[in-house]
């Protein structure tokens, strides 16, 4: 009896200890941490150290903290280091002990965290010491010497441990709530107060039950001598996850949606936003420690050999299904001048991983506050088709890609510009860049430098980064607002360049634009200055990313330009002017650069040979132009004037001019001035429109191929100019250039042959002039009045200044060529020198040769000139032998006296009657020519 009666005793005594231990966790705990917290951590950080509330309920899971606060080190202006509201969590009680620990919620509330750093230290370092000088630890003290017994002790440990946990599913923690409210994290500097910043958010929820995570209201500040609030802010991050695969290997993301994020760079009279972060981060790298040597760190003790370990199991892989990104928006805030403030916006952005697709739309891109066109660019949007598989393999494919309406707009006003405002914008950047304050990194301590690893060189048949198999961009636009003074078009955009289409298949090698487009000057009468119908390119697919790319074909087809010009301006002129508006003024400090010589020693001014073109990056075999034409018009009655003038003066002379016979003639209103030699009409065709555009030069095919060094024209034509016949001046079988392609590049380029094959030349004259040097002549007065309209639009100072800013002189740069020979074959000028029909005159030409070889290389209008004058030579003494007409009466209007007159009215019968028989010589003279018989009559040729 008395045992058990002790028994009972004991066991009701430890009963009690129980129970007391019980009361104690359950109501002493809290209070029982929270003086250890207060006792120890002021000694351990050497600062005050509180806790307001400390409550643990192990009964019920719950532990509630509040009123927690780590001060500052004395030294420091900011009052707490770290401080905490509260921090609320309840746990399951029931699942400590299972597999899976399920916490039901976590709270914190405002925790708020100050790094605060002075030119000596920061409070981290300072709190960092105290520990190290509470646990006694010394920094430069040398480790302890290794103890074989702990250590094997140790490793028999660890052994033990994971040879029981070998096999086991590793403990799980499931948060069903997390919510921190109010976080903030200030960098304070207590030398200047205005690099303080701030970053933070509003509320952070994470479920892992429900597999959400949601952030709102993030911030980082920008320092105080900023006066835009924020650098960045972003109004609510949201992330779906798959709540399974958060403790799986595969980590899957359904949807990432981050809404409105927000940017902001300034600059003000005094600083900007570069400039102050880059004195944050000037501070915050001068106090990165560095590190010591590795060979040091044991203080002469050899290391111990490291055993070989388990390699780390792999990260979890991460599988994004889609993300969107709704109103980003990237502001250039300008505090000195408002009108420059601008800003970048993209309504949204969605990337869709799974299906593989990437949609992007509303791009923009504002422009300056004294400009009246909203945007400088905008995009409507981008859609992409990626194949899903290629996302993880070494070629990216993409099947589809379409970029819809980018449109560019430039803008004149009275005040500003366009190019002149951004660069406003960008030059308040960089004239500061100079006074940027650059970070240095602290240098590490030397250490033994690794063995160079040997690269292996890359497989020639290494997968290309990209494949692209369509790229579709459509309706591309250029537009331009002039709302200048002596602007007269509508206050509208009008479109000043476009290509109605790019396509790109890169797997196939092909790139096609479609439609490109330059419009007319507004004010002039053809709708288009420039269009080409496409320009086809051929690459070859297999050189795409590599060290050369292969351009088979370059194919330009129906190009066609249309010149106009007016008394004052041409549209060409007009739209260099508006264009070289926005070309900036050059300052003093660049004209004074480029005036000053050049310091250039003998080995820089020796310029190295050019790298072949057979060797270049990009190669080109062939580039082809079909159907040509350049357009011109000249002004109304500009050609004209003359002729009428000297015309009424020779009507005196002229008893045939505007004579009808309709009295004795029973062909009445049959006007007799058609035959009259004088008269200059052609009985060929009805006069047409003089001041109606003139075709200036076409041709139907061109083909360069410049590693042979060959150019091929086919179907060359030149117009007659106005006031002449509308008939072609010369039409021109073939054009051949054969040159050497080692020379393309080089100062002197070597022709080797000029062959101009079955050239036919209609030569026409007038009283006062002949169509060959009129046309001349026209080409001349274009380009005076383009270069006169230019300077009263002060757009050759700019050019001017330009050129000086380059510090290039023109000429010294200009190529120079030898031609070698020239040979023109098979010749025949109609000549065309009354009302009766054009006489074929033969002109056989003789060769040209080592045209520029004296001199070492002529410019290219020398030796244009000097075939173009020899050329004329020659048809005017064959014309002049052939119709009995003086070379110099031909030339001009000094020997065209009376007697010439006469000879004409007199000899007109007697010119045409020898034609049939100049034509039988000519068909003998020229080499080559087959003797053809008469047609049928009612046909003739073009030229006659």
């Given at each position: ?89 309840a ?16 709270q ?11 030119s ?27 103890d ?26 499931v ?23 701030s ?45 399974g ?18 940017a ?136 589809d ?36 304050p ?38 591309i ?72 790319t ?11 330009v ?18 070289m ?8 400090r ?41 357009n ?85 034509r ?5 006031d ?144 173009f ?14 119709t ?61």
């Amino acid at each position: 009896m008395k045992v058990k009666k002790a028994i009972k005793i004991f066991l009701g005594a430890l009963g009690a200890v129980l129970l007391a231990i019980v009361l104690v966790l359950l109501f002493w705990l809290g209070p029982t941490l929270k003086l250890v917290v207060q006792k120890i951590g002021p000694t351990a950080l050497g600062t005050d150290v509180r806790l307001e509330k400390l409550s643990i309920n192990p009964r019920k899971g719950t532990i509630h903290l509040a009123g927690f606060t780590i001060a500052n080190p004395e030294d420091f202006g900011q009052s707490n280091a770290v401080s905490l509201a509260s921090l609320d969590i309840a746990i399951d009680m029931g699942s400590i002990f299972t597999e899976t620990v399920v916490v039901h919620r976590v709270q914190i509330n405002s925790p708020h965290f100050i790094y605060e750093q002075s030119s000596a230290s920061d409070n981290i370092q300072e709190f960092i010491l105290s520990i190290q000088e509470f646990v006694g630890y010394d920094p430069a003290a040398p480790p302890p010497p290794p103890d074989p017994k702990k250590e094997a002790k140790a490793k028999r440990k660890a052994e033990k441990k994971a040879q029981k946990n070998k096999g086991e599913e590793p403990r799980i923690v499931v948060v069903e709530s997390l919510v921190i409210n109010d976080v903030q994290f200030h960098l304070a500097n207590t030398d200047d107060e205005e690099l303080d910043l701030s970053m933070g958010f509003e509320q952070l929820s994470v479920s892992m039950t429900n597999g959400t995570v949601q952030l709102g209201n993030f911030f980082v500040s920008n320092p105080g001598r900023l006066e835009t609030p924020n650098l960045l802010s972003l109004e609510q991050l949201e992330i779906l996850l798959e709540p399974g695969s958060v403790y799986s290997s595969n980590i899957t993301i359904h949807a990432v949606n981050i809404s409105k994020p927000h940017a902001f760079v300034e600059h003000n009279p005094e600083t900007d936003t570069l400039n102050e972060f880059l004195k944050i981060a000037s501070g915050l790298v001068a106090k990165i420690p560095t590190n010591a040597p590795k060979t040091s760190a044991t203080n002469g003790i050899a290391a111990a050999k490291a055993e070989p370990t388990e390699p780390p199991p792999p990260p979890p892989e991460v599988i994004l299904e889609s993300i969107t990104i709704d109103d980003v928006q990237v502001h250039v805030v300008n505090i000195g001048d408002p009108q420059l403030s601008v800003h970048l916006g993209l309504e949204q952005l969605a990337v869709a991983l799974e299906e593989g697709t990437i949609s992007l739309d509303n791009l923009f891109f504002t422009n300056p506050k004294r400009l009246a066109t909203p945007n400088v660019f905008s995009l409507e949007g981008i859609k992409v088709k990626l194949a899903p598989e290629s996302l993880k393999a070494d070629t990216l494919v993409i099947e589809d890609l379409q970029v819809v309406k980018p449109y560019a707009f430039l803008e004149l006003n009275k005040e500003a510009n366009t190019v002149g405002e951004f660069m406003k914008i960008a030059n308040g950047f960089i004239e500061r860049l100079p006074t940027y304050p650059v970070p240095e990194l602290p240098q590490p301590a030397p250490e033994t430098e690794p063995e160079p690893v040997k690269e292996e060189p890359a497989s020639a048949d290494a997968p290309a980064p990209i494949e692209l198999h369509n790229l579709l961009i459509d309706d591309i636009q250029v537009k331009l607002l002039d709302t200048t003074p002596t602007n007269n078009i509508p206050d509208e955009p009008h479109m000043l360049a476009g290509i109605g289409a790019i396509s790109v298949k890169l797997v196939e090698g092909n790139v096609q634009f479609k439609g490109i487009t330059v419009p007319n000057v507004p004010g002039f009468l053809a709708t288009n200055l420039v269009h080409l119908a496409n320009i086809d390119i051929q690459i070859d697919p297999a050189s795409l990313f590599t060290d050369q790319t292969v351009i088979d074909l370059i194919l330009i087809d129906t190009p066609t330009v249309n010149l106009e010009q007016t008394e004052e301006s041409g549209n060409v002129a007009m739209l260099q002017t508006q264009l070289m508006q926005f070309v900036p003024e050059t300052d003093e400090r660049a004209t004074a650069a480029a005036e000053a010589p050049p310091a250039q020693t003998a080995a820089t001014e020796q310029k190295p040979d050019p790298i072949p073109l057979a060797e270049q990056p990009v190669v080109l075999h062939q580039l082809i132009i079909t159907n040509l034409a350049v357009n011109l018009k000249f002004p109304p009655g500009t050609n004209t004037a003359d002729e009428a003038r000297f015309g009424m003066a020779l009507g005196k002379l002229n008893p045939m001019d505007k004579v009808s016979l309709g009295k004795f003639n029973p062909m009445d209103k049959v006007s007799l001035g058609k035959f009259n030699p004088l008269s200059g009409k052609d009985t060929e065709e009805a006069e047409a429109d003089p001041d109606a555009p003139m075709t200036l030069v076409a041709f139907n095919h061109l083909s360069l191929e410049p590693l042979k060094g060959v150019l091929y024209i086919d179907g060359l034509r030149v117009s007659n100019p106005p006031d002449f016949s509308r008939r072609n001046l010369l039409q021109l079988e073939t054009f051949r250039i054969d040159m050497d392609p080692d020379t393309i590049q080089s100062d002197i380029l070597l022709i080797e042959d000029i062959l101009l094959t079955k050239p036919r030349v209609r030569y026409e004259r007038h009283i006062l002039k002949d169509n060959v040097k009129t046309l001349k002549e026209e080409i001349e007065q274009a380009t005076m009045r383009r270069g006169e309209y230019m300077k009263d639009q002060g757009a050759d100072t700019v050019v001017e200044a330009i050129e000086e800013a380059s510090g290039e002189e023109t000429e010294d740069k200009e190529q120079k060529v030898i031609i070698e020979r020239v040979v023109i074959d098979g010749c025949i000028v109609y000549a065309k020198l009354s009302a009766l029909p054009a006489i074929p005159v033969p002109v056989p030409i003789p060769e040209l040769k080592d045209i520029g070889k004296e001199k070492g290389g002529a410019s290219a209008t020398e030796a244009s000139t000097q075939i173009f004058d020899s050329f004329y030579e020659e048809m005017i003494n064959a014309v002049g032998n052939t119709t009995g007409f003086a070379g110099d009466a031909l030339k001009g209007i000094g020997s065209l006296g009376m007697n010439t007159l006469d000879s004409v009215a007199g000899g007109a019968t007697n010119v045409w009657g020898g034609a049939r028989k100049t034509k039988q010589e000519t068909e003998e003279k020229v080499p080559g020519k087959r003797k053809k018989t008469r047609g049928p009559p009612g046909r003739r040729s073009s030229l006659r």
